[in-house]
């Protein structure tokens, strides 16, 4: 038994030295592990027991929608049944789906949802961090790469996203900012078409996890698009057979993320959705001071509220802006004495202003530019363009592994690390189980919380209590009940005695049909609540009530599915050819 222990310790040894070995002749891989061990640092506190406070206290819940929505084939999800106070409502036909199809792995794995949503904001630190790698590798080396990862991680506003606002969409976009610049970068240096699949893929999953940050964050690749060709010399009337490829990875990302972008454009009318831009919401009660964003090290869980007094921090990150000054600084005397060429100085100082002019627009002076750019209104809080600055900064940052040594550079890491260590934590941790989430009170809040924000415009008010029943008789006579309650579909049987009218406790919105005996049948939508109501004559009858696809989303989903099956076949053809090769 010794032996055998004793055999198994030197195999371990042994592995072990060869996993040193490997770090020690490959630096990217050491790199990349670094950056992973500092994105788990970051997310420690996901990892012990129970469940934090946060402001969007709806991931659990939107995540059992989209487990009910598999259950019931309603692929893509977009309508949830328990949210809208039970009634109901299109939330996924609005609002970005994509971490919680990731988070429906978690669940094929078995993990709660408590554990799922934790996993998820965990997952995001890791994936940015490798992705921010990827990109900062590829313009200043291995260690302007891991410079840029842990900036990138440990900015404030990434600490905000997740363990203040638990904000998991926002969290999510920081993922695919670096992706994208880094394969738009390769694709237009070398043309290859493994970077026009990578493109295609990660603005596609950008434009499926935050719409905001993709009209925030589009501007800007327009001017690293800009760069890449004067970087290269590759200018589209140069090479049109590259330029061909970089507008078919813009069609092709469009064509991915289509079953939910276009929708949005054609039914947002159908909704309340102007709701999300007033009151609170409203853009013009959420600037930022110069005293918040460099100065304060203040650091709350609470709101942001009109003025200076916000119960949350918007800080920079200290190091952030001094490391940007210092690159900025460093850049210009190197390039005065002639160590530093063009190209890079243009990136460091144009990504330096880009970076200013994201900070200049959290602030009350940049009103008359809102006011201007109207679409910029949207993003409702004018400090959700610090992501922009978290991404700007933190690349450029990265520039210090090419000119300091290492030892600074080490020092450099711990002291950011060190310095908003506190900061990388929950206001509370506490012992909370799915059923007690999903129940009493909590279910209560969770079924009512933004209720306002996609609730269908036939709905002229919200309820102010969960129906009690599916369905009620209005006139006539008639017995009955709903025997299968899906989220795309409800099954009525019963006997009607004299003509009835019923009521069923779901608001309608463009998509829900119904049939009387496996026939379409006219319906009606009620003034109070916009529920649908039926006229049935007397028999022995079913009704079926189905979320069908409007013309718009079946023609968007067939799109897509072509596009994400196109995608998978190029993408793997080489390695499918291959194995048939080998048979």
Same mark, same amino acid.
């Given at each position: 038994m010794f032996k055998k222990c004793e055999h198994w310790q030197k195999s371990l040894l042994r592995q072990y030295y060869k996993l040193w070995t490997i770090m020690q002749n490959n630096a990217y891989l050491s790199g990349i592990l670094l950056v992973i061990f500092a994105s788990l640092l970051a997310s420690h506190w996901l990892f012990k027991p129970g469940y934090f406070v946060m402001h969007d206290d709806l991931q659990m819940m939107r995540q059992l929608e989209m487990e009910k929505c598999f259950h019931d084939g309603q692929l893509p999800c977009r309508w949830v049944p328990d949210m809208g106070f039970g009634y109901g409502y299109p939330l996924f036909n609005f609002y970005p789906p994509l971490p919680y199809y990731v988070g429906m792995l978690f669940r094929f794995l078995g993990f709660h949802f408590t554990t799922t949503a934790k996993f998820l904001f965990s997952l995001q630190f890791i994936l940015s961090g490798i992705t921010m790698f990827l990109l900062a590798t590829d313009l200043w080396g291995v260690a302007g790469g891991v410079i840029s990862a842990i900036f990138y991680l440990w900015a404030p506003y990434h600490s905000v996203d997740v363990f203040v606002r638990g904000a998991m969409n926002e969290a999510w976009a920081f993922v695919w900012f670096p992706l994208i610049f880094w394969s738009l970068r390769r694709l237009v240096q070398s043309g290859k078409n493994k970077y026009l699949y990578w493109l295609s893929f990660s603005y596609a999953a950008l434009l499926l996890t935050h719409n905001i940050m993709v009209m925030i964050f589009t501007p800007v690749l327009l001017l690293w698009a800009l760069y890449c060709w004067w970087e290269s010399g590759h200018w589209p009337w140069h090479d049109g057979h590259l330029f061909g490829k970089q507008v078919l990875a813009g069609f092709w990302s469009l064509a991915l993320a289509a079953f939910f972008t276009i929708p949005i454009l054609f039914e947002k009318k159908f909704t309340h959705i102007n709701s999300m831009f007033s009151g609170y919401f409203d853009w013009r009660a959420h600037f930022v001071s110069l005293y918040q964003l460099f100065i304060t090290r203040f650091w709350g869980w609470g709101p942001s509220l009109w003025g200076p007094k916000d119960g949350m921090s918007f800080s920079l990150g200290h190091l952030h802006w001094l490391g940007v000054i210092g690159v900025v600084l460093a850049a210009g005397w190197l390039f005065w004495r002639r160590k530093l060429n063009k190209a890079t100085?243009?990136?460091?100082?144009?990504?330096?202003?880009?970076?200013?002019? &994201?900070?200049?627009?959290?602030?009350?002076?940049?009103?008359?530019?809102?006011?201007?750019? =109207?679409?910029?209104?949207?993003?409702?809080?004018?400090?959700?363009?610090?992501?922009?600055?978290?991404?700007?900064?933190?690349?450029?940052?990265?520039?210090?592994?090419?000119?300091?040594?290492?030892?600074?550079?080490?020092?450099?890491?711990?002291?950011?690390?060190?310095?908003?260590?506190?900061?990388?934590?929950?206001?509370?941790?506490?012992?909370? =189980?799915?059923?007690?989430?999903?129940?009493?009170?909590?279910?209560?809040?969770?079924?009512?919380?933004? !209720?306002?924000? &996609?609730?269908?415009?036939?709905?002229?008010?919200?309820?102010?209590?969960?129906?009690?029943?599916?369905?009620?008789?209005?006139?006539?006579?008639?017995?009955?009940?709903?025997?299968?309650?899906? =989220?795309?579909?409800?099954?009525?049987?019963?006997?009607?005695?004299?003509?009835?009218?019923?009521?069923?406790?779901?608001?309608?919105?463009?998509?829900?049909?119904?049939?009387?005996?496996?026939?379409?049948?006219?319906?009606?939508?009620?003034?109070?609540?916009?529920? !649908? !109501?039926?006229?049935?004559?007397?028999?022995?009858?079913?009704?079926?009530?189905?979320?069908?696809? =409007?013309?718009?989303?079946?023609?968007?989903?067939?799109?897509?599915?072509?596009?994400?099956?196109?995608?998978?076949?190029?993408?793997?053809?080489?390695?499918?050819?291959?194995?048939?090769?080998?048979?």
């Amino acid at each position: 038994m010794f032996k055998k222990c004793e055999h198994w310790q030197k195999s371990l040894l042994r592995q072990y030295y060869k996993l040193w070995t490997i770090m020690q002749n490959n630096a990217y891989l050491s790199g990349i592990l670094l950056v992973i061990f500092a994105s788990l640092l970051a997310s420690h506190w996901l990892f012990k027991p129970g469940y934090f406070v946060m402001h969007d206290d709806l991931q659990m819940m939107r995540q059992l929608e989209m487990e009910k929505c598999f259950h019931d084939g309603q692929l893509p999800c977009r309508w949830v049944p328990d949210m809208g106070f039970g009634y109901g409502y299109p939330l996924f036909n609005f609002y970005p789906p994509l971490p919680y199809y990731v988070g429906m792995l978690f669940r094929f794995l078995g993990f709660h949802f408590t554990t799922t949503a934790k996993f998820l904001f965990s997952l995001q630190f890791i994936l940015s961090g490798i992705t921010m790698f990827l990109l900062a590798t590829d313009l200043w080396g291995v260690a302007g790469g891991v410079i840029s990862a842990i900036f990138y991680l440990w900015a404030p506003y990434h600490s905000v996203d997740v363990f203040v606002r638990g904000a998991m969409n926002e969290a999510w976009a920081f993922v695919w900012f670096p992706l994208i610049f880094w394969s738009l970068r390769r694709l237009v240096q070398s043309g290859k078409n493994k970077y026009l699949y990578w493109l295609s893929f990660s603005y596609a999953a950008l434009l499926l996890t935050h719409n905001i940050m993709v009209m925030i964050f589009t501007p800007v690749l327009l001017l690293w698009a800009l760069y890449c060709w004067w970087e290269s010399g590759h200018w589209p009337w140069h090479d049109g057979h590259l330029f061909g490829k970089q507008v078919l990875a813009g069609f092709w990302s469009l064509a991915l993320a289509a079953f939910f972008t276009i929708p949005i454009l054609f039914e947002k009318k159908f909704t309340h959705i102007n709701s999300m831009f007033s009151g609170y919401f409203d853009w013009r009660a959420h600037f930022v001071s110069l005293y918040q964003l460099f100065i304060t090290r203040f650091w709350g869980w609470g709101p942001s509220l009109w003025g200076p007094k916000d119960g949350m921090s918007f800080s920079l990150g200290h190091l952030h802006w001094l490391g940007v000054i210092g690159v900025v600084l460093a850049a210009g005397w190197l390039f005065w004495r002639r160590k530093l060429n063009k190209a890079t100085l243009v990136f460091l100082w144009g990504g330096a202003l880009v970076s200013l002019i &994201y900070v200049f627009l959290c602030h009350e002076r940049s009103v008359p530019v809102w006011k201007i750019l =109207t679409p910029l209104q949207m993003a409702q809080f004018p400090w959700r363009l610090l992501a922009g600055w978290v991404f700007f900064s933190s690349l450029l940052i990265g520039f210090l592994g090419k000119i300091l040594p290492r030892w600074v550079l080490a020092l450099l890491v711990l002291t950011v690390v060190g310095w908003n260590w506190s900061f990388f934590r929950p206001a509370a941790m506490g012992p909370l =189980t799915d059923a007690e989430k999903f129940s009493g009170k909590a279910w209560e809040f969770q079924q009512t919380a933004g !209720i306002y924000d &996609y609730l269908p415009k036939t709905v002229p008010r919200a309820p102010t209590s969960a129906p009690k029943t599916s369905w009620e008789l209005l006139s006539g006579k008639a017995r009955g009940q709903v025997v299968v309650k899906k =989220t795309n579909y409800w099954l009525w049987q019963g006997k009607v005695e004299t003509k009835s009218k019923l009521r069923f406790n779901l608001f309608y919105f463009p998509g829900w049909r119904v049939w009387l005996d496996q026939k379409p049948w006219p319906w009606q939508v009620g003034k109070d609540l916009g529920r !649908i !109501i039926v006229s049935i004559p007397p028999g022995k009858h079913r009704l079926d009530l189905r979320f069908t696809n =409007t013309p718009v989303r079946a023609i968007t989903n067939f799109i897509s599915l072509l596009a994400w099956w196109g995608l998978l076949f190029v993408a793997t053809k080489k390695w499918f050819l291959k194995k048939t090769w080998e048979k």
